[in-house]
T-cell receptor, first 111, second 114 residues
Framework: TQLLEQSPQFLSIQEGENLTVYCNSS?????LQWYRQEPGEGPVLLVT?????EVKKLKRLTFQFGDARKDSSLHITAAQTGDTGLYLC???????????FGTGTRLQVTL | NAGVTQTPKFQVLKTGQSMTLQCAQD?????MSWYRQDPGMGLRLIHY???????DQGEVPNGYNVSRSTTEDFPLRLLSAAPSQTSVYFC?????????????FGEGSRLTVL
């Protein structure tokens, strides 16, 4: 059972455009993380959010945790080719030892 | 600082063969885990360990065994490989305690079962 659904599954945009990726669940998460994965490598943590309604910014990336802690979004402003990769959300529903990953959003940014 | 090291990076097996994927970390992390990654399904947890001598099952444990005899090493064993186990496998570790710790991943091991 996949607890975390991400949308869209694929996204191809040109450099300079804005985009938003969504991570949704019917479960409540105690914390939620976003990772980025490049080809041939393992995922790398971008951010962790723990409070409902929390907003975190990392340069051109803005992360939001839903008020009910069931969803999250990642907004990228003025995308660059270096943003290309697979974006994964991951959450804890209670057991710290089991981190559940979303289905992933593959982003392609072209010139 | 090597971080999380996985070997081999690539492996081809025939159905029914056995093999072990190795994982070692040099960060003194208590928690280690194995995930498999398949297209459109993200990462799914196979097994995890919260310390030496302690292991538990994740979401998709069938067909896989693990052991944790040291803090540094967490090997994943396939006793009788099946085509459904064709996947990319990732080992990850983090400090134990709390629910917000960063997972550090290896570079992955790509396994093909014919």
């Amino acid at each position: 059972t996949q607890l975390l659904e991400q949308s869209p599954q694929f996204l191809s945009i040109q450099e300079g455009e804005n985009l938003t990726v969504y991570c949704n669940s019917s479960s409540v998460f105690s914390s939620l993380q976003w990772y980025r994965q490049e080809p041939g490598e393992g995922p790398v943590l971008l951010v962790t959010v723990v409070t409902g309604g929390e907003v975190k910014k990392l340069k051109r990336l803005t992360f939001q945790f839903g008020d009910a802690r069931k969803d999250s979004s990642l907004h990228i402003t003025a995308a660059q080719t270096g943003d290309t990769g697979l974006y994964l959300c991951a959450g804890n529903t209670g057991t710290a030892s089991k981190l559940t990953f979303g289905t992933g959003t593959r982003l392609q940014v072209t010139l | 600082n090597a971080g999380v090291t996985q070997t081999p990076k690539f492996q081809v097996l025939k159905t029914g063969q056995s093999m072990t994927l190795q994982c070692a970390q040099d960060m003194n992390h208590e928690y280690m885990s194995w995930y498999r990654q398949d297209p459109g399904m993200g990462l799914r947890l196979i097994h995890y360990s919260v310390g030496a001598g302690i292991t538990d099952q994740g979401e998709v444990p069938n067909g896989y065994n693990v052991s944790r005899s040291t803090t540094e090493d967490f090997p994943l064993r396939l006793l009788s490989a099946a085509p459904s186990q064709t996947s990319v496998y990732f080992c990850a570790s983090r400090k134990s305690g709390g629910k917000t710790g960063e997972l550090f991943f290896g570079e992955g091991s790509r396994l093909t079962v014919l």
